[in-house]
Nanobody, 121 residues
């Protein structure tokens, strides 16, 4: 019932920019933190950036100053603006949301299907 759908991935040259978006849909009653994670081939999934419902942000050191996370609570959307991209940013990027559905009182973590970001040198 609850679904996270990402968009905006693609191929870009080093130094370029991309903007990722993720929208949560379904029977949602509340959303706490939202965020972006990434997984490169042969590596574990890692945190990129998170944002709370009060707009407090947290970034991985490797992206601080280059990436900006934002959210639109009215649209249940989280965005990731990625500037000055580097080849090491190449990965599948996953959207995450800690949310409560309309079916019960508990918050659960939901994941999107992932979107590929490839940065060429």
């Amino acid at each position: 019932q609850v679904q996270l759908v990402e968009s905006g991935g693609g191929l870009v040259r080093a130094g370029g920019s991309l903007r990722l978006s993720c929208t949560a849909s379904g029977s949602i009653s509340a959303i706490n933190a939202m965020g972006w994670y990434r997984q490169a081939p042969g590596k574990q999934r890692e945190l990129v950036a998170t944002i709370t419902s009060g707009d407090t942000t947290n970034y991985a050191g490797s992206v601080k100053g280059r990436f900006t996370i934002s959210r639109d609570n009215a649209e249940n959307t989280v965005n990731l603006q990625m500037n000055s991209l580097k080849p090491e940013d190449t990965a599948v990027y996953y959207c995450n949301a800690n949310l409560r559905s309309s079916n019960g009182p508990t918050f659960y973590s939901y994941w999107g299907q992932g979107t590929q970001v490839t940065v060429s040198s």
